[in-house]
């Protein structure tokens, strides 16, 4: 799989001006196809490294069916809302006769890549992924689409593609958090967030604005950072809460991210609630592991995982069009704890 946009099935027939059946059948050495235009086809989709995936076909189009397998592409196993979309994804497509091979982008462009190239090489069945923080270019999502391999996307979508996806509710979520927030008598509220390349944070980051100004409420830009773990909470926490009209309310776009600000807070003699109000966004085990425990936005990650695995097995089995983009929306919901008043 090349990184240059790849040919399809369509492509090939168009220009030896035959029709997508005939190349299939072709490339499969069928007999009712001339043996010289089936060299012709396959030397064709040789020259252009083109490489059908005849195990998704055959699923589509057989009632005996080879092994299935379905690659999951993770960015981080660290975190408590991939690990839980992850059980989603294995117990759907258990309940329905495939196995996951899953790999870790670790956050990582060019591991993505090489992870998308060896899912393909290994002719799973389809792919469902959620992006690496620094994917800026989308050619090996597009090309797996383009060899016939049905793609889903989770969590971060890639706008870049036109694919099926699984999203939670970002900006409802965020709004009904901050809302909350100011409804308690919070005024001054921060925001760290995701890189804004990311869908998810620009949603996030819209509801978060959009509750301030509805509520009559002014956007400080001082107080939206760019901070998505708890390390780099501790590390900028400080000085913000060391200004003398410092935020008396967090928002964060992770549990971990919320955490820091919690430790960092309490650490410089904050009360909090009473001084400083909190809220997360995932509910994970750490979100009640911590003192107060953690008011968070319940992401149900088991249930993305779940439709994202449905989807795809609807494209692969043929039963949801392989040209049809399913856009699916997870609600969310507000766990109200000790971080909030």
Sequence with gaps: MKESTPITMKDIARELGVSVATVSRALKDSPRISEKRRELIKNYAREHNFYPNFIAETLRNSRVK???IIGVIVPQFT????????????????????????AQSNEKYEREVDICKSFFE?????VIVSQAKDTAKYDHFQ???DHGVPLVFYDRICTGV???????DDYMGAYT???????????????????????????RYNGYRDALLNNGLQLDSRFVKYCDNRADAEAI???????????????????????????TAKRMGFHIPDDISICGFTNGQRAIACDPMLTTVEQRGVVVGEEAANILIGQVEGLIPSDKVEKRIVRTSLIIRGTTR
């Design 79 to 102: 975190h408590f809302y991939f690990s839980s979309i992850l059980s989603g994804i294995e117990e759907e497509a258990s309940a329905r006769g495939y196995r996951i091979m899953v």
């Design 162 to 168: 036109d694919c099926s996806r699984v999203v939670v």
């Design 177 to 203: 958090a901050v809302n909350h927030l100011i409804d308690t008598g919070c005024k001054r509220i921060a925001f760290y967030g995701f890189s804004m390349r990311l869908e998810i944070t620009k949603n």
């Design 237 to 263: 926490t400080p000085e913000i809460l060391s200004m003398e009209d410092h935020p008396d309310a967090f928002f964060a776009v992770n549990d971990d991210t919320a955490i820091g600000v919690l430790y």
């Design 66 to 68: 080879p092994v299935k």
């Design 122 to 126: 290994n002719k799973v069945c389809g």
């Design 143 to 145: 090309s797996l689409i």
